[in-house]
């Protein structure tokens, strides 16, 4: 098995951030850390979007805070086309529709609150990701 830019220091500091995140949003206000639930409620929710908007942002602005801590921004490496990474985020899109949820909010909260819709939608995220991957490498020729 190939590992490519395996790096476990900041990967466990990245999802240590990500899970302190997590936490402070539903100890300040009570909210559960779905970042798609968060986007879409920051357009179309009528009431209760400033504190979306302010994560959203925050969200957004990590490169720019890395610019200012290294002087360098951080490097993206996208190996597909655009037309497949139009693809992906439709298909993400559709999956976090009939999901009913994101990665962020079922598998970071809600297996955290022990959640059986969140372990089945984990299980299914989990299982559509080795088969697309095993596809694209061995049957495609990816």
Do not use: K, Q
């Not at 939608?121 to 559509?128: L, R």
């Amino acid at each position: 098995m190939e590992i490519v830019n395996f790096t476990p220091i900041t990967s466990l500091f990245g999802g240590l951030l990500i899970g302190l995140a997590a936490v402070l949003l539903m100890a300040s206000v009570g909210r559960i850390m779905g970042a798609t639930g968060i986007l879409s409620a920051a357009i179309f929710a009528e009431d209760d979007r400033m504190w979306r908007w302010a994560l959203l942002a925050g969200m957004v602005s990590g490169p720019a805070l890395y610019l200012l801590i290294t002087g360098n921004w951080p490097e993206v490496t996208v190996p597909v086309s655009t037309p497949a990474l139009l693809l992906g985020g439709l298909l993400v899109g559709l999956g976090v529709s009939y999901g009913s949820g994101c990665t962020s909010g079922h598998g970071v909260c809600g297996l955290a609150r022990l959640s059986p819709r969140s372990l089945a939608a984990v299980a299914t995220f989990m299982a559509a990701t080795a088969l697309t991957v095993y596809v694209v490498r061995h049957v495609l020729g990816g």
